[in-house]
């Protein structure tokens, strides 16, 4: 069968983030996505009005399940929502439950990009930092680069996380809003491999972080080398964000929905 990746990821309802945003992204990136599911959010396509986390029990219970089953040639986690969860996920790697080098990329999600909170910051930035040695990828927005690190500069932000552990950062400005064109850069083990520049298509995108993350997934599952996936991952999410779908056309503020079935040209 196609390569497996197995998400640790919260249902969205709008469908544009969440496990729903994974499942897509990956099948576009040539695998299938498997969902160990963390939290269950209550969100329109604008704002996150709550969620309720699952127990940790629960989400190992789910994903061993998978593990057992199914051929997973990858791990992605995105929202965990409570620390006891991110333990139980860092517990899986360190004992190995999760065969040593599986590729595993982590979205550490703290809030949505609509502003709602999606978990208690501090205490799930104190248990991410556990995670990270376990990262072969962190995809942080600038806000949880700056949280996770500490640090206000992005590069120096990106070099102490790879100092932590996690063997590369990819970093995108696209939440500074006010930083014209988005730059990218790939940083590993705490050098810059890869720097790029991409135009700052108009609007804002609900789901854009976990689809870049997933795609990236999905193609280390089937074999790219991370610098070829993460090229691979900015040209899909790019026509996706083109092809978006807009909920409230007639309000220019309102997010819109990355369309993840775009025709995309390799
Ligand atoms: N995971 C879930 C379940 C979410 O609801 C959200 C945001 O709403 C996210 C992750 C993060 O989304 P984004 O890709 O917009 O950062």
Same mark, same amino acid.
């Given at each position: +069968?196609?390569?497996?990746?197995?998400?640790?990821?919260?249902?969205?309802?709008?469908?544009?983030?969440?496990?729903?945003?994974?499942?897509?992204?990956?099948?576009?990136?040539?695998?299938?996505?498997?969902? =160990?599911?963390?939290?269950?959010?209550?969100?329109?396509?604008?704002?996150?009005?709550?969620? *309720? =986390?699952?127990?940790?029990?629960?989400?190992?219970?789910?994903?061993?399940?998978?593990?057992?089953?199914?051929?997973?040639? =990858?791990?992605?986690?995105? +929202?965990?929502?409570?620390?006891?969860?991110?333990? +139980?996920?860092?517990?899986?790697?360190?004992?190995?439950?999760?065969?040593?080098?599986?590729?595993?990329?982590?979205?550490?999600?703290?809030?949505? !990009?609509?502003?709602?909170?999606?978990?208690?910051?501090?205490?799930?930035?104190?248990?991410?930092?556990?995670?990270?040695?376990?990262?072969?990828?962190?995809? @942080? !927005?600038?806000?949880?680069?700056?949280?996770?690190?500490?640090?206000?500069?992005?590069?120096?932000?990106?070099?102490?996380?790879?100092?932590?552990?996690?063997?590369?950062?990819?970093?995108?400005?696209?939440?500074?809003?006010?930083?014209?064109?988005?730059?990218?850069?790939?940083?590993?083990?705490? *050098? +810059?491999?890869?720097?790029?520049?991409?135009?700052?298509?108009?609007? *804002?995108?609900?789901?854009?972080?976990?689809?870049?993350?997933?795609?990236?997934?999905?193609?280390?599952?089937?074999?790219?080398?991370?610098?070829?996936?993460?090229? =691979?991952?900015? !040209?899909?999410?790019?026509?996706?964000?083109?092809?978006?779908?807009?909920?409230? @056309?007639?309000?220019?503020?309102?997010?819109?929905?990355? !369309?993840?079935?775009?025709?995309?040209?390799?």
């Amino acid at each position: +069968m196609r390569p497996v990746v197995l998400c640790f990821s919260g249902l969205d309802p709008s469908g544009g983030a969440g496990l729903q945003a994974d499942i897509e992204a990956i099948g576009q990136a040539g695998a299938h996505a498997a969902i =160990a599911c963390t939290a269950i959010t209550i969100q329109s396509s604008q704002q996150v009005l709550g969620f *309720e =986390a699952c127990a940790a029990e629960l989400v190992q219970a789910q994903a061993t399940t998978v593990l057992d089953d199914l051929p997973v040639k =990858a791990i992605k986690s995105g +929202m965990l929502g409570t620390t006891d969860n991110i333990a +139980m996920l860092t517990e899986l790697f360190a004992k190995q439950i999760i065969a040593k080098d599986t590729p595993f990329i982590l979205d550490p999600v703290l809030v949505a !990009n609509s502003g709602g909170s999606l978990g208690d910051e501090q205490t799930l930035v104190a248990a991410f930092r556990q995670l990270l040695p376990y990262a072969t990828i962190i995809t @942080p !927005n600038t806000h949880e680069l700056r949280a996770l690190s500490g640090e206000q500069d992005l590069h120096l932000g990106a070099k102490k996380l790879c100092a932590e552990g996690c063997h590369a950062v990819l970093v995108k400005t696209s939440h500074d809003f006010d930083s014209g064109d988005i730059e990218q850069y790939l940083y590993v083990q705490g *050098e +810059m491999v890869h720097k790029s520049i991409l135009p700052r298509l108009l609007g *804002e995108f609900h789901g854009s972080g976990c689809s870049l993350a997933s795609f990236i997934a999905g193609r280390l599952s089937v074999g790219d080398a991370l610098i070829d996936a993460v090229k =691979a991952a900015d !040209n899909w999410i790019t026509q996706t964000l083109i092809a978006a779908d807009a909920p409230h @056309p007639e309000d220019k503020q309102a997010q819109l929905i990355p !369309n993840r079935f775009v025709c995309f040209k390799r």
